[in-house]
C-alpha cells in the first residue's frame, strides 16, 4: 500500500535556525497537508496545498512558516527561524480530495529546537 | 469557528471490559472521520461517517454518527492491549474545513 514519507525522522537546530521538512506524498493525490503535535497533545493543523497554492493555512502558520513543491514528488515545509517552542511532531498528510477522502499521515518528524 | 471536543482525555480501562469515547462538535458537520495513533506512532485512518445517524462496526469498534450530526462516539467492546492509543475524531464542516479533537487516549489493564 503506498505510504507517505517524511525525512528526517528526528531534527535536532538551534533556536533561531532555518529546518526544512520533507515529504514525499502519496503519488496520485491531490491534497497536501502539515500538522503539528506537541507531545502529547492534540494534532494541530498548519496548512493545505493544492494545485502548488496554499489552500488553506491556520493561525499557526505564520511569516515564519512556507511550504513548497519544489518538484513533482516533495513537498516540504520551511521554519525560518525556530523557536523553542517550535518543538513537536510534524506530520504530513496527503489525500485524494478535500471533502470526503481520508487523510493519509507520515511517520512524521520529530523537530526539537534547543 | 468550529470546535470539536472530545471526551474523556483519558481513559483508562481493564482488559476485557467496554468504554465510550464522545466527540461533540459546536456546528453541524458534512462528515466525522475517527483515527487511532498508536504511542510513537502517527495517526492511521479508522472510518468515515457521512450520513445522519450512521452507525458502522469494525469487529470490536462501534461508530455512530448523531442524528444532528454534531456528535459521534466509538464504542470498544472487550477491550484488548492492542487498543491501546489515542483516537482520535476529526469533524469536517460543511465548508470542508476538518478539525481535530484533543483524543482520547486509551490504557489497558492486564
Known amino acids: 500500500e503506498p505510504e507517505v514519507t517524511q525525512t528526517p525522522s528526528h531534527q535536532v537546530t538551534q533556536m533561531g535556525q532555518e529546518v526544512i521538512l520533507r515529504c514525499v506524498p502519496i503519488s496520485n493525490h491531490l491534497y497536501f497537508y502539515w500538522y503539528r503535535q506537541i507531545l502529547g497533545q492534540k494534532v494541530e493543523f498548519l496548512v493545505s496545498?493544492?494545485?502548488?497554492?496554499?489552500?488553506?493555512k491556520s493561525e499557526i502558520f505564520d511569516d515564519q512558516f512556507s511550504v513548497e513543491r519544489p518538484d513533482g514528488s516533495n513537498f516540504t515545509l520551511k521554519i525560518r527561524s525556530t523557536k523553542l517552542e517550535d518543538s513537536a511532531m510534524y506530520f504530513c498528510?496527503?489525500?485524494?480530495?478535500?471533502?470526503?477522502?481520508?487523510?493519509?499521515f507520515g511517520n512524521g518528524t520529530r523537530l526539537t529546537v534547543t | 469557528g468550529q470546535q470539536v471536543m472530545q471526551i474523556p482525555q483519558y481513559q483508562h480501562v481493564q482488559e476485557g471490559e467496554d468504554f465510550t469515547t464522545y466527540c461533540n462538535s459546536s456546528t453541524t458537520l458534512s462528515n466525522i472521520q475517527w483515527y487511532k495513533q498508536r504511542p510513537g506512532g502517527h495517526p492511521v485512518f479508522l472510518i468515515q461517517l457521512v450520513k445522519s445517524g450512521e452507525v458502522k462496526k469494525q469487529k470490536r469498534l462501534t461508530f455512530q454518527f448523531g442524528e444532528a450530526k454534531k456528535n459521534s462516539s466509538l464504542h470498544i467492546t472487550a477491550t484488548q492491549t492492542t487498543d491501546v492509543g489515542t483516537y482520535f475524531c476529526a469533524g469536517r464542516s460543511n465548508d470542508y474545513k476538518l478539525s481535530f479533537g484533543a483524543g482520547t487516549t486509551v490504557t489497558v489493564r492486564a
Open positions: 498528510a496527503s489525500n485524494l480530495d478535500s471533502i470526503n477522502s481520508p487523510l493519509h
Open positions: 496545498f493544492y494545485n502548488n497554492e496554499i489552500s488553506e
